[in-house]
Each structure stands twice: as structure tokens, then as C-alpha cells.
């Protein structure tokens, strides 16, 4: 153990009452008790007994208020009126009598208890927030733990809120010594967890799988130890997220919520996890509940409020909120402000802040194996796994198509390679989306796909895809066996996807499987009987429609398992049927 630290010890006095009724009198002193017996199920909070308490009657009586031995006194007053009541509360440093902390509440007497519970959350977030020291527990609850193992934990939580690389792996030592004394220390593991995390999510772009696995691999063995670690949790729905498991990142993310819902840092980690998963409403209210909690928070919240903002569309308030904080609050963080400036159309301080952007991204991450402006594109997409659209999107699409414009105006060779492609090279297809580059086998879904993208906004008829003509008096187009047996396999993989699906509980991976699922049945229905033998069909049309459909999720589904971000982009932007047409969500310049 490196060295020890005390608990913080904390003395709720009694209230000055206006009042002469018993009544309101009494209500007090069991609101003082409550008080007091709320404080005592933190741990790392010492909380004078009202025994002692209740013989200091003047705050500025210096003598009774050493003896308490307490370093901070809660401190209230109560005017009442008819049924009102008027309470302000104050948090005093007893060491130089500073204010830390004021409210005042107007409350009827049957809300005083829901007063009560906004009292502790928000003069315990204070301090938790004054002091570094890591105050609340998961669950309200003291667990036995070894007093050597929890000041360590305490130093260690304490030395990675200085949030340094050099102190991250300090942070660990203290961890690991609290195992030492503890092998099954939750929170120890909790706080490696954490350390590898700010590697991840902040620091180190070429250790960047390792940090990741850490952050997980630590959080889940802090989960097999306490289930109801709220930060473990978090952590692990965090990760999740970036595996792209979003069922299980949002189970996980929600179970912290309902284990602790009043940890300011937690709520702000929780919320942008949320924001990745499309739940940006929910994330503001996050955000507005930290505020609420912790009214002596550090600027870089509204660097967080500015993130969700944007991702409900509010792009006022999320500059507004911008010009509160640092721009280097994080390394990509500039970037989101510059997003929010393209869409109102303000050019001038979009670049501005993708500057800034630029050489924040150049000083703590860039390697050099590509160009700056390739690694800190590919930087943006891999460190924000948005489920859904973003606004950041159309900031990728217009920084990569400013640089399309200068490379053409500097060489017109026919072999430049183009940022956004989809090119049949002989047998196979190159692909080339938001930076990322594929090669695919040839198939016929892909020549599908070429076309369609090959006229933006133009309907082509699923006949014209299928380059057949119409002849429904003949009622006989040919179901080869090869196209057959790809049936089959297809159908085999979807029962084999589907089940697994169901097994965790992902509702709508399975929507979409069954889907894909059913039309390929629906398909096979019409082409072959009973027998399974093939057979006439009643419409060329309805052949064509099935075929293509099918044939176009197939070769999505294909792109999916290598590039994840244009499948999206080709599954939101197609429409297959009778009509098939390519209408972009986005604006892309492809080169075809």
C-alpha cells in the first residue's frame, strides 16, 4: 500500500426552524435522521451520529463545531407558511468555512421526502466531484472489503482522474496492489477497466484492439465478482457498442442506469454510449440530470451536452454550447462542432474547427502509415460506432469530396484512385467507401447494385435488372439447379443466423433475417413443387421481382461482412420490388 487516507467525515446539524408548531418540529428531526442514515450508506463517507449533532446549536460557534471533528457540516434552515415549507441548505467547508455548496427548495410537506433524496444526490455529487474521491457505492451498499485493498482503489480512482497516459498506468498499480490484498476486489477490477478504457477511447490509436480488449476483458471480470458494478457495466456496454453487439451493449448500458442513476460521470459515460446507439433524446436528459446533480461541474460537460445536441438536430444550441468549453475537451470533439457549422451552412467556422481537429489529430494520434487527412477520416469513423445516421457522415462526405475536386484539378490520370468507388476489375469488385477499401468476388447482386448507383433517383423496372422480357403467355422461365442449390445453402446460413439471433435476443437482426428469410421461401414456392422438382411459373415478373430482391440483400449482406458502413448506407439508400431505385440518404459522388 502506498499510503493512507481517512474517510471524509460529514455532520448534518440541526435545522433552524421558524416555526413553533411540534408538528413541523418533529417532521425535522426525522428529516435530520433520514438525512444522516442516507449519507451513512456511501462508502467512504463518515457521518457524525446526531447525538453528537444535536448539542451544536450555533454554526458559528466555533468550539462545539472542532469538536464535531467533521470536515464538511450540512447546514439548513426551514421557514414555514400555511402548508409550505422553505428550506435552504448549505455545504460547509469546516477547515476555512467556505460555501461549497447552496439550494433552496420550496416544498410542500408531502414532498418533503422526494427534497430530501435531491438534497443527497446533490451535496454527495459535490463532493465526490470537490474531493476525487470516488464516494459512491454501486449499490448503495458496504461491502466487506479489506480497508488496505479500498485505500488503494480510492488512490488509484483518484490518480485517473488526472486523465494522462503516465497516469493511467499509475492508476493500475494501486489497482493491482488492492488485489494483492484482495484477489476478489470488484472495484479493483472496475479500475483497470477504467485505465485501459482512457487508453482506448482517448489516447493510443496504434494500441488502440488492445486497450479495447483490456477495457472489456477487466469489466467483465468486475462483473462476475459484483453483477451490480454500475461502472462495469457501463464499460461493458460501452464495448459493445464498438463490437457492434448493440442488443447486448444496450441490456448492459440500461442495467448500469438501474444500479445508479446519480453518478454524474457515470450518467455523462452512459449518454454518449446512447448517442452511438441512436437514443440522443434520452442521452440530453442524461445530460440535463448530471447538470442538475452537479452544479459546480467542470466545463467539459458542455462539451458533452454540444455531442447530444447534434445528434438530435438542434445544431444552435449544440455551438452554442461549444463556445462554453475547450475545443480540446477531446481529440475528435472539434469535428462534431464543425459538423453542426455545415449543416447551418456556416463554411467559413466549419473549417475553422475541422482545422483544429487536424492538428489535435496530428499531435496525439496520427502514425504516419497513411496521409494525415486518410488517418484522421478513418480516425472519426472507427472511434465514433454510430449504429444509426449521424451528422457526421455529411462532414466525411464533404471533407472527402473537397479533396476529390483538388485531385482532379491536379492530374487527370485515368489511374487516380477515387475516394468513393464501386469497379468491376475482372472478376472481382473493388469498393472503396468513407476511406475504406473492399474486393469482392464477382456476383450477380453487384451488377444490380452498379446500375442502380449509376442513375441516382431513377427507377429501374425489375425486368430491366434482370435484363428479361415479359411473357406472361408463355408462364415458363427456367429455375436452374445451380441457382438451386445457392438457394438451399442461402437457406441453411439464415436458419443458422436466425437461430443464433433469437438465442441473444437480438429482435432486429432477427426482423431482418426472417425477411430475407421468407422472401427466398416465397421465391422457391412459386419455382419449384411439391416435390421440389422446378415448375412453371405463373408470372415473369413476380420471378424477376423475387430474384432481384434477393439477389441485391445477398450481395449487401456479403459487403456487410467486410465493410459494415456501406452496407448500411446500400441497405438504407436501395429500394428493391417491382421498381428498384438508389436514393441516397446521403449525397456520394461514386466512381463507377
Not at 27 to 36: K, N, P, R, V
Not at 184 to 197: I, M
Not at 237 to 261: D, I, P, Q
Request: proline share 1%.
Amino acid at each position: 500500500m502506498l499510503t493512507k487516507n481517512k474517510n471524509i467525515t460529514i455532520a448534518v446539524l440541526p435545522f433552524q426552524i421558524t416555526s413553533e408548531e411540534d408538528r413541523i418540529k418533529q417532521l425535522f428531526l426525522g428529516f435530520t435522521e433520514d438525512l444522516i442514515t442516507h449519507f451513512s450508506k456511501f462508502i467512504g463517507l463518515s457521518v457524525i451520529s446526531s447525538y453528537s449533532t444535536l448539542r451544536t446549536k450555533d454554526i458559528s460557534n466555533k468550539d462545539e463545531v472542532e469538536q464535531l471533528g467533521a470536515d464538511y457540516l450540512v447546514y439548513g434552515t426551514v421557514r414555514h407558511r400555511n402548508e409550505n415549507l422553505r428550506m435552504s441548505i448549505q455545504l460547509i467547508k469546516t477547515e476555512d468555512q467556505s460555501l461549497v455548496f447552496g439550494n433552496q427548495y420550496d416544498e410542500s410537506i408531502d414532498s418533503l421526502l422526494e427534497a430530501q433524496d435531491d438534497v443527497v444526490q446533490q451535496i454527495v455529487t459535490v463532493l465526490e466531484e470537490k474531493i476525487n474521491y470516488n464516494l459512491l457505492s454501486h449499490s448503495y451498499k458496504k461491502n466487506s472489503v479489506d480497508l488496505a485493498a479500498y485505500e488503494n482503489y480510492l488512490i488509484g480512482m483518484n490518480t485517473l482522474q488526472k486523465g494522462s497516459k503516465d497516469n493511467d498506468i499509475k492508476a493500475r498499480e494501486y489497482f493491482n496492489a488492492a488485489l494483492e490484498i484482495d484477489p476478489n476486489y470488484s472495484l479493483a477490477y472496475t479500475g483497470l477497466s477504467l485505465s485501459y478504457f482512457n487508453f482506448w477511447s482517448c489516447l493510443l490509436w496504434e494500441r488502440w484492439d488492445e486497450s479495447m480488449q483490456g477495457a472489456h476483458y477487466f469489466a467483465l471480470k468486475a462483473i462476475e465478482l459484483d453483477g451490480n458494478d454500475y461502472t462495469a457495466l457501463g464499460v461493458l456496454g460501452r464495448t459493445y457498442v464498438y463490437f457492434g453487439e448493440y442488443e447486448k451493449a444496450e441490456h448492459y448500458l440500461r442495467k448500469s442506469l438501474r444500479m445508479n442513476s446519480n453518478d454524474c460521470s457515470h450518467l455523462l459515460r452512459v449518454a454518449f454510449s446512447l448517442m452511438f446507439l441512436g437514443y440522443n433524446d434520452e442521452a440530453v436528459k442524461l445530460y440535463h440530470k448530471a447538470i442538475e446533480l452537479n452544479p459546480f461541474h467542470s466545463n467539459h460537460y458542455y462539451a458533452h451536452g454540444s455531442n447530444y445536441y447534434l445528434g438530435i438536430g438542434d445544431f444552435k444550441t449544440s455551438i452554442e454550447l461549444s463556445k462554453k468549453t475547450a475545443m480540446n475537451s477531446w481529440t475528435d470533439y472539434p469535428a462534431f462542432v464543425a459538423a453542426a457549422y455545415l449543416q447551418l451552412k456556416d463554411y467559413d467556422n466549419m473549417w475553422r474547427c475541422w482545422d483544429e481537429y487536424m492538428v489535435l489529430f496530428e499531435k496525439a494520434v496520427y502514425s504516419g502509415k497513411k496521409t494525415l487527412l486518410e488517418e484522421a477520416l478513418e480516425w472519426l469513423i472507427v472511434v465514433n460506432p454510430f449504429k444509426n445516421f449521424t451528422y457526421l457522415t455529411p462532414l466525411i462526405e464533404f471533407i472527402k469530396t473537397e479533396k476529390r475536386i483538388i485531385n482532379t484539378n491536379k492530374s487527370d490520370d485515368k489511374n487516380t484512385v477515387h475516394e468513393t468507388s464501386f469497379i468491376l476489375k475482372g472478376d472481382v469488385w473493388e469498393m472503396n467507401y468513407l476511406g475504406k477499401n473492399i474486393i469482392l468476388k464477382d456476383a450477380k447482386g453487384f451488377h444490380d447494385i452498379y446500375k442502380l448507383l449509376s442513375h441516382t433517383n431513377q427507377e429501374f423496372h425489375c425486368l430491366d435488372l434482370m435484363d428479361a422480357g415479359v411473357d406472361e403467355s408463355s408462364n415458363a422461365v427456367s429455375f436452374d439447379h445451380k441457382a438451386k442449390a445457392e438457394y438451399h445453402k442461402r437457406i441453411k446460413e439464415l436458419q443458422e443466423d436466425i437461430a443464433e439471433a433469437e438465442s441473444l435476443n437480438q429482435i432486429e437482426s432477427v426482423s431482418s433475417l426472417r425477411e430475407e428469410y421468407d422472401t427466398i421461401l416465397d421465391h422457391l414456392s412459386q419455382s419449384l413443387g411439391l416435390s421440389g422438382k422446378t415448375r412453371k411459373v405463373g408470372s415473369t415478373i413476380e420471378k424477376a421481382r423475387s430474384a432481384v430482391t434477393w439477389r441485391i440483400r445477398s450481395s449487401v449482406k456479403k459487403i456487410e461482412k467486410s465493410h459494415p458502413e456501406l452496407a448500411t448506407h446500400l441497405s438504407k439508400s436501395i429500394k428493391t420490388g417491382t421498381y428498384c431505385s438508389y436514393k441516397p440518404e446521403i449525397e456520394v459522388d461514386w466512381a463507377l
